[in-house]
Each structure stands twice: as structure tokens, then as C-alpha cells.
T-cell receptor, first 116, second 114 residues
Framework: GAVVSQHPSWVICKSGTSVKIECRSL??????MFWYRQFPKQSLMLMAT?????????EQGVEKDKFLINHASLTLSTLTVTSAHPEDSSFYIC????????????FGPGTRLTVL | AQSVTQPDIHITVSEGASLELRCNYS??????LFWYVQSPGQGLQLLLK??????LVQGIKGFEAEFKRSQSSFNLRKPSVHWSDAAEYFC????????????FGAGTQVVVTP
């Protein structure tokens, strides 16, 4: 149980286009989902906290107009990278916090984004 | 704000040997501490966590970690490593008032040699 999926697992796009990444909790409901960004050989950096039915909370330095987050249901959150540029190339990872379960979150396998 | 330091970027260990990964944290109170393992193509998997109580924490896959408040450390150990333990290991800290917002260390890449 407690599986989190991400789609796509990898994507290549042209500069200036937008890319949507989905994060799904497959066998549980997630009241909260987190989005992280990981650069090669570096750690995960929290980008934003996404609560179902409300606006996401972004960490300092993260452009909310560039990284649009939608948490429309208890099993799905999406991250849209708008007008992507090569510097947005990275590994994006989501995690999901099960409803009613304290201090636990489960991570997705990540999405590799390459912007040409 | 909390922070995490993993001093060792890369560790090579022989199969069957013991392994210790270091983690130091900075936080004003007792934090929530986690160790995760990341394998290629897989999501981060929780090895163990510490919230309170017994400072020696047992996790999955034979791992354990000890919380030492005086040293602000939460080192991960395994008595005998297996080839399948080769992976990236991350220490993370969460504040007690916003535990879900984790601060990760830079990670330690573990290579296991025959």
C-alpha cells in the first residue's frame, strides 16, 4: 500500500512550452502533497505545499506563476511548469501525506524534465 | 530554520562490512528526523524516523540510527551491508510545527564493492 505515482516519468520539451506533471496517490487519500525539486547530485528542495481544495503555499524564492500547482482532488496534484526554460530542467518529486496519518508522507518516483 | 549536513558525499564499502552514514542537524528544539534511501527509478523510501522516546531507532532493511542531542547528530548504521544497499541516502529534518516540510541533507552515495 501507500503508493504514489508520477506521470510522466520523463519529459523533453522545447523552451517556451508548458509541461504538466501529475502526482497521484494510488491507494490512499492525500490531504496534503508536497513538491520537491532535485538538481543532479544535489539534495531535494521543497518547492511548495499543496492542500486539497486550496491554493498551494510556495517556499521562498519559488515563482508561483511559473510553477502552477493544482490539488483538485484527494488523490491528484499537478505541477505545471509554464514557459519552461533550460534552467527549469530538473528532477521533480512529489510526496503525499495520507489523510488521518500523522507524520508520514510517501514519495513518488520523480519526473525528469529536460528543456531544450 | 532547520538545516541538515551530511558530511560524506560518497562512501565505498565492501559487502559484508559495516556502514555508518553521518548526519548533523541544526534546529532550535527537538526535530523530527528521517533517513530515506533513493534508488534509480524509485521513489524515496523511508528507512526510519525519530520523533521522541528511545534514541536508538530501528528501521527497515536492518538499518538503525541513534539520535544524540548533545552532538546534534542522527547517524545511520548497518552492521553488514548487502550489494542491494548501494543507493543514495538522505537525512532529513522536519520542524515539529510543520513536520511535513522536510529539509534534506545533500545525500550520501553508497557504493558496495564485492
Amino acid at each position: 500500500g501507500a503508493v504514489v505515482s508520477q506521470h510522466p516519468s520523463w519529459v523533453i520539451c522545447k523552451s517556451g512550452t508548458s509541461v504538466k506533471i501529475e502526482c497521484r496517490s494510488l491507494d490512499f487519500q492525500a490531504t496534503t502533497m508536497f513538491w520537491y525539486r532535485q538538481f543532479p547530485k544535489q539534495s531535494l528542495m521543497l518547492m511548495a505545499t499543496s492542500n486539497e481544495g486550496s491554493k498551494a503555499t510556495y517556499e521562498q524564492g519559488v515563482e508561483k506563476d511559473k510553477f502552477l500547482i493544482n490539488h483538485a482532488s484527494l488523490t491528484l496534484s499537478t505541477l505545471t511548469v509554464t514557459s519552461a526554460h533550460p534552467e527549469d530542467s530538473s528532477f521533480y518529486i512529489c510526496s503525499a501525506h495520507p489523510a488521518g496519518l500523522y507524520n508520514e508522507q510517501f514519495f513518488g518516483p520523480g519526473t525528469r524534465l529536460t528543456v531544450l | 530554520a532547520q538545516s541538515v549536513t551530511q558530511p560524506d558525499i560518497h562512501i565505498t564499502v565492501s559487502e559484508g562490512a559495516s556502514l555508518e552514514l553521518r548526519c548533523n542537524y541544526s534546529y532550535g528544539a527537538t526535530p523530527y528526523l528521517f533517513w530515506y534511501v533513493q534508488s534509480p527509478g524509485q521513489g524515496l523510501q523511508l528507512l526510519l524516523k525519530y520523533f521522541s522516546g528511545d534514541t536508538l531507532v530501528q528501521g527497515i532493511k536492518g538499518f538503525e540510527a541513534e539520535f544524540k542531542r548533545s552532538q546534534s547528530s542522527f547517524n545511520l548504521r548497518k552492521p553488514s551491508v548487502h550489494w542491494s544497499d548501494a543507493a543514495e541516502y538522505f537525512c532529513a529534518v522536519g520542524a515539529t510545527d510543520s513536520w511535513g516540510k522536510l529539509q534534506f541533507g545533500a545525500g550520501t552515495q553508497v557504493v558496495v564493492t564485492p
